[in-house]
């Protein structure tokens, strides 16, 4: 029932961007792209989500390809604090109509002093 | 406003026991959630609800069951407590399907 497909880690120096992709190909044309992030046992916590346009918010920036089948979560300047697990949702949409977001494995992004 | 209140935090229960994990919002969000998180796993879906009254499964629903009579409380009952559901509890709601999701800070159940 997987929906998107992320690297399981990554590393990234602080102060540099990390740039985390996802690969959503069996998105449907009207589902938005989720991005959220878990501090180690805390509640997953909301970043920023899209549809086809780029979207920039006070936390990051999501660049979603023109084909809609992958993404990209941008955190411009990577701080220690940013350490956690990143997860992409996609909504899954079964008959007749109601909703509900799986989550996958997520990539645990590790911010180096 | 307290968001999404989760009760209790913590809590041990023996084998065959049964318990209720409660989920309060106060956003008058429609769309409510249970996940569960394993040690080193990601989230997996037990039970959603659309609005009160409305209910379905998620990835995982055996060995629960949930109800929604009102919009702000959507309780997940565990009725024989087995070591496989030890896991942490996160419930989550939305105000549409479209809308960004507030998650409340989990329960940690240990079955011993």
């Known amino acids: 029932d997987a929906k998107t497909t992320q690297p399981p880690s990554m590393d990234c120096a602080e102060g540099r961007a990390a740039n985390l992709p996802c690969n959503h190909s069996?998105?449907?044309?009207?589902?938005?792209v989720y991005w959220y992030r878990q501090i180690h046992s805390q509640g997953p916590q909301y970043i920023i989500h899209g549809l086809k346009n780029n979207e920039t918010n006070e936390m990051a920036s999501l660049i979603i390809t023109e084909d809609r089948k992958s993404s990209t979560l941008i955190l411009p300047h990577a701080t220690l604090r940013d350490t956690a697990v990143y997860y992409c949702i996609v909504r899954v949409k079964p008959p007749p109509g109601t909703y509900k977001y799986i989550f996958g494995t997520g990539t645990r992004l590790k911010v180096l002093a | 406003n307290a968001g999404v209140t989760q009760t209790p935090k913590f809590r041990i229960l023996k084998i065959g026991q049964s318990m209720t994990l409660q989920c309060t919002q106060d956003?008058?969000?429609?769309?409510m959630y249970w996940y569960r998180q394993d040690p080193g796993m990601g989230l997996k879906l037990i039970y959603y609800?659309?609005?009160?009254?409305?209910?379905d499964k998620g990835e995982v629903p055996n060995g629960y069951n949930v109800s929604r009579s009102t919009t702000e409380d959507f309780p997940l009952r565990l009725e024989l407590a087995a070591p496989s559901q030890t896991s942490v509890y996160f419930c989550?709601?939305?105000?549409?399907?479209?809308?960004?999701?507030?998650f409340g800070q989990g329960t940690r159940l240990t079955v011993v």
């Open positions: 989550a709601t939305r105000a549409g399907p479209n809308t960004e999701a507030f």
């Open positions: 069996t998105i449907s044309g009207n589902e938005y």
């Open positions: 956003m008058n969000h429609n769309y």
């Open positions: 609800s659309v609005g009160a009254g409305i209910t």
